[in-house]
């Protein structure tokens, strides 16, 4: 199968700071790559739909100056958390969707999410 | 408005046991329903997906049933394994371009 993976795995950064997380897809081109937030014990929660080209679409209540997402290439999607505080630490995933939007071909691949902890 | 609801919230079962997870949805219009397979600290792993016409469809000791006319799905488990122990969660497709719809997970712990 498809696969995406995500860089780093995890990491540990002090409050003010800016973190940045890839997404790539590795055997496939993504139009479409999905950033997601969880918190333990919690579903995914969808933060933005990325474009490749284009610029992404933020949900409801997601700050899209706190969270910068390019996506630059078909390949490759990043997220950037910038001033990071303890809240924002949570487990963060990407996916990239290969084929058409929504129908039954169409797959959402997930990345294996960067753990981010904020002191 | 469109939502999934998975049962039981967790369950725990003896190695080579079965056991089935439940999925209700009330998305509106239907594309199609996914189960996936999320161990602790990992993205999740797509197990089944199956479109409105599908009524089951397996992937190895994994068996998902789909009724859309009731809108239910179930994921049943057969033979676990201690490596079944995960997260599942079900997670439907509305119309095109929508985002997925997502179940908050039933998480399954296989003791020896």
């Known amino acids: 199968g498809a696969v995406v993976s995500q860089h780093p795995s995890r990491v540990i950064c002090k409050s003010g700071t800016s973190v940045k997380i890839e997404c790539r897809s590795l055997?496939?081109?993504?139009?479409?790559m999905f950033w997601y937030r969880q918190f333990p014990k919690q579903s995914l929660m969808l933060m933005a739909t990325?474009?490749?080209?284009?610029?992404?679409?933020?949900e409801q209540g997601v700050e899209k100056d706190k969270f910068l997402i390019n996506h630059a290439s078909l390949t490759l999607s990043t997220l950037t958390v910038t001033s990071a505080h303890p809240e924002d630490s949570s487990f963060y995933i990407c996916?990239?969707?290969?084929?058409?939007?929504?129908?039954?071909?169409?797959?959402?691949?997930f990345g294996p999410g960067t753990r981010l902890l904020v002191l | 408005k469109n939502q999934v609801e998975q049962s039981p919230q967790s369950l725990i079962i003896l190695e080579g046991k079965n056991c089935t997870l439940q999925?209700?949805?009330?998305?509106?219009?239907?594309?199609?329903l996914r189960w996936y397979k999320q161990d602790t600290g990992r993205g999740p792993v797509s197990l089944t997906i199956?479109?409105?016409?599908?009524n089951t469809k397996s992937n190895g000791r994994y068996t998902a049933t789909l009724d859309a006319d009731t809108k239910q799905s179930s994921l049943h488990i057969t033979a676990s394994q201690l490596s079944d122990s995960a997260s599942y969660i079900c997670?439907?497709?509305?119309?095109?371009?929508?985002?997925?719809?997502f179940g908050k997970g039933t998480t399954l712990s296989v003791s020896s």
């Open positions: 996916s990239a969707r290969e084929g058409a939007s929504g129908g039954a071909g169409s797959t959402q691949y």
């Open positions: 055997d496939f081109q993504a139009t479409t």
């Open positions: 990325s474009n490749e080209g284009s610029k992404a679409t933020y």
């Open positions: 999925c209700n949805y009330t998305v509106s219009p239907f594309s199609n």
């Open positions: 199956m479109t409105f016409s599908e």
């Open positions: 997670v439907v497709s509305g119309q095109a371009g929508t985002a997925l719809i």
